[in-house]
Every structure is written in structure tokens, then in C-alpha cells.
């Protein structure tokens, strides 16, 4: 029987036997237990899933480590690290001597192949908790059972009629397990993406301390590796919507994906360009800009190309707008050790931000359409819409909030 907190997080559980059988018409919140064992976790709130701080289990205390993924744990055998896989699963235990007492391994849905999970420590393929009486993982949002390769109950996320893959509310990482991941049981994205953000980002960091002649500052590398983590994996989602979204509809997705490559590319380095202007030239303040412009390209392109029609791309682009415009806001505001911007004033800017967006998404959409109709129906024409008028947007949003904040600067000298 598992427990919750006031938040949905789960925190403990309790095995035992029933204290009467089990009769098909009972409901399981009546369900009382002769309890063999209860287990309680502590976890970082901070975080929504890789958050276990410690786990006691009859009084046996375990503690575990974590950067973006678990480091090592510390219990009643000593300390051991983690080894783990790309995917973000544990396959080696490491004792403090270098000697290594425990290997896992797994086929590509996450059956573990050598019968000897949760031996030592509770995670397992994908770094999710697994369960040896259920013999499913915790997928935070729901179960994932890998010996049917199947999410044991449905999808918070619906599907869309125009794309059967997403019908299947149960199905797993669209069955491509090895090139997407589902870190909380609702929406995959690529493996690879928030790896090398992570990567990017703090290296970038580093080199820019080492260039101006400082100190590097690894509190400031820290966080661009974060920046870095959450950009990755925004733009991992996105090619792996976009190219999914192609390959059903008949179009090429190499193409798909060339094409939000180009134009989350020119939406995160504008919007790059656009925080400098506003808020100093610097790489953090680059950095936050296009994290904010990478979300914001995905968001408008994913949703151009989902709707289909013209509306929906400007809605798409207003969208961005807004979320971009709030996540750059907010690492601005991570970064900065003095003035911050008023929560009031970051939604202002988002709700201009995404007018303004909307705006020349509109008006680029006025300009291609009579083209864009001369070329037919299906997801050519929703590509199109969504490269064509995210870039009119991305880039006369971003010269505009330029052109602005140069103005309002120069009133300040003057």
C-alpha cells in the first residue's frame, strides 16, 4: 500500500498480508494490512522526479547523493557510487575500494536482464524506483510495467486524432526506447538533449571566466549547466515531437527537423542577442536569452505544426512568447546578486512579449498564406507555416524589444 503526501508526492509504503481475504467487490482504501514492513522517504520538493534524499526501511537508514542524476548511496553496506547508462540507469555499484558489487543490465524496454534489482539500493532502469512486489517501476505520474512494455494505467496527456501514435494512452516513449526517455510517466523526450545542454552550458561558463582573466566561478558553471540541462531537454522534446509528428504524417523528418533546427536557432540566438541589449552584454544574460528562445521556438513550432492552420500557429507563436520571455526573466533574475524584476513586471513583459509576437506572427502569416495555399494540404503546409511565420515573429519580436530597450537606455543618459 503506497502513501502520499498533501502534494501527490509519494513518500513511503507498506507491505503486509490482508487482515481478511480479498473479495472483488472491496475497495482497496478499505483495505486493511497485518504490516511486514513499512518504508518512509524524504524527499527534494525542489525537484519533480530524481529526488530521493533518504529512505528508512525498518530503521534502517539510506541516504543518496544527486547532481541531475544519482551519485552514490549511503547505508547500512558502506558507501557506494553509481555507474549508470545513457538513459539514466544504474548498471554498476562501486564500494569506497574501487571494487565493484553490483551490475545491472537491461534489454531496450527496461526488463532487468540480470534477475538481481534492489539488492543493494532501489533504482533501477531509467533511474526509476522498482518494485519487487508489483514488478513495475515508478514512473512518478503512473507504472510502468517492462514485461509488457506498457504504462500500467493511462496518460494524463491525450492523444490527437491526426497523429494515431498518441492514441495509445499507455503506450512507452512512443515505442522508441532507445532514442526518447519519459522521466515523469507523461511526455518523452530525446536522450541525448539535456545531456549535452548540461555540457554546453557549464562549459561555456568556464571558458568565459577563463577568456576575461577571472577566477572561474563554479557556483556561476553550475548554474548555466542547469540553464544548459533545462534548454536540452526542451530542445530534445522538440525534435523528437517534430520528427514523430513527420514520419506519421508521410513527411520527410529530416527535413521536420532541419527546419526547427533553422528556426530555433535563429529564435535563441535573437533573444540571446535581445537580453544583452536589456540587461548587459555578458554570457550568462546570452545564455538566459536562449534558453528563453529555444523554449519559445518549440512551443510555437510543435504547436503550429499540431494545429495546422493559421490561427493555431499564431496562437503557437503568442505562446512562446510568453513562456520565453518568463523563463528568461526568471534566470535573470537567478543570476542576479543585486536589483531583481518584480514578479509583476515579468508577467507584464511576458503578456507584451507574446502580443507582440502574436502580432508579427499575424502579419507574416498575412504575407506567405496566398504562397504557403498554392502548395497543397497536410503537414508540408503545417511545416511551412510553422518555420516561415516563427521566424517572422522570432526575429521582429526580438528587433523590436531591441529597438526598445536601446531607446529606453539612451532617455536614461540623456
Same mark, same amino acid.
Given at each position: 500500500?503506497? !502513501? ?16 481478511? $481475504?480479498?473479495? %472483488?467487490? =472491496? ?10 514492513? @513499512? ?46 547508462? =545513457? ?23 527496461? !526488463? ?9 539500493? %532501489? ?5 526509476? @524506483? ?9 514512473? @512518478? ?10 504504462? +500500467? ?10 497523429? $494515431?501514435?498518441?492514441?495509445? !494512452? ?6 522508441? $526506447? #532507445? ?8 511526455? $518523452?523526450?530525446?536522450? #541525448? ?50 520528427? /514523430?509528428?513527420?514520419?506519421? /504524417? ?6 521536420? +527537423? ?7 536557432? #535563429? ?82 513583459? /511576458? ?56 531607446? /529606453? ?6
Amino acid at each position: 500500500m503506497y !502513501q502520499y503526501d498533501g502534494f501527490g508526492n509519494r513518500v513511503g509504503k507498506v507491505e503486509g498480508t490482508p487482515v481478511e $481475504p480479498i473479495l %472483488p467487490t =472491496e475497495k482497496i482504501k478499505d483495505l486493511s494490512l497485518n504490516p511486514m514492513r @513499512q518504508i518512509d522517504d524524504v524527499l527534494d520538493l525542489t525537484k519533480e522526479y530524481h529526488n530521493m534524499l533518504q529512505r528508512n526501511e525498518d530503521d534502517n537508514i539510506t541516504s543518496f547523493t544527486w547532481d541531475n542524476n544519482v551519485l552514490s548511496v549511503t547505508g547500512s553496506e558502506g558507501i557506494h557510487n553509481y555507474f549508470l547508462d =545513457e538513459l539514466g540507469g544504474s548498471v554498476r555499484l562501486i564500494d569506497w575500494s574501487g571494487r565493484e558489487t553490483q551490475t545491472y543490465s537491461y534489454n531496450e524496454f527496461g !526488463q532487468e536482464l540480470n534477475k538481481n534489482q534492489k539488492v543493494v539500493q %532501489p533504482f533501477g532502469y531509467m533511474g526509476y @524506483q522498482y518494485d519487487q512486489i508489483s514488478k513495475t517501476y515508478y514512473a @512518478q505520474a503512473r507504472e510502468y510495467n517492462p514485461y509488457v512494455s506498457r504504462f +500500467v494505467s493511462e496518460d494524463v496527456i491525450k492523444g490527437n486524432g491526426a497523429y $494515431p501514435f498518441t492514441l495509445n !494512452q499507455y503506450i512507452y516513449c512512443w515505442n522508441q $526506447p #532507445i532514442d526518447l526517455v519519459d522521466n515523469d510517466g507523461e511526455w $518523452p523526450t530525446v536522450v #541525448i538533449g539535456a545531456l549535452v545542454g548540461t555540457v554546453v552550458g557549464g562549459v561555456g561558463s568556464i571558458i568565459s571566466d577563463v577568456a576575461s582573466g577571472d577566477d572561474i566561478d563554479w557556483k556561476k558553471a553550475g548554474k548555466n549547466a542547469a540553464k544548459g540541462a533545462v534548454t536540452g531537454a526542451v530542445i530534445g522534446t522538440g525534435v523528437g515531437a517534430v520528427a /514523430a509528428l513527420a514520419s506519421t /504524417a508521410g513527411v520527410s523528418a529530416g527535413a521536420a +527537423v532541419a527546419g526547427y533546427g533553422i528556426t530555433t536557432g #535563429i529564435s535563441a540566438i535573437s533573444n540571446g542577442v535581445a537580453n544583452c541589449t536589456s540587461s548587459g552584454v555578458s554570457y550568462n544574460n546570452f545564455v538566459n536569452g536562449f534558453a528563453g528562445g529555444a523554449t519559445n521556438a518549440t512551443i510555437a513550432v510543435v504547436g503550429s505544426m499540431n494545429t495546422g492552420t493559421l490561427g493555431g500557429a499564431h496562437l503557437s507563436n503568442a505562446l512562446g512568447g510568453l513562456v520565453g520571455s518568463f523563463l528568461t526573466d526568471n534566470f535573470n533574475n537567478w543570476d542576479s546578486t543585486t536589483t531583481k524584476k518584480d514578479m509583476d513586471d515579468i508577467i507584464r513583459d /511576458a503578456w507584451l512579449a507574446a502580443g507582440t509576437q502574436g502580432f508579427f506572427s499575424f502579419a507574416g502569416g498575412a504575407y506567405t498564406s496566398p504562397f504557403i495555399n498554392n502548395l497543397g494540404g497536410g503537414m508540408l503546409t503545417n511545416l511551412q507555416l510553422a518555420f516561415w511565420n516563427s521566424i517572422y515573429s522570432f526575429t521582429g519580436t526580438s528587433l523590436f524589444t531591441i529597438w526598445t530597450k536601446a531607446n /529606453a537606455k539612451m532617455a536614461e543618459e540623456c
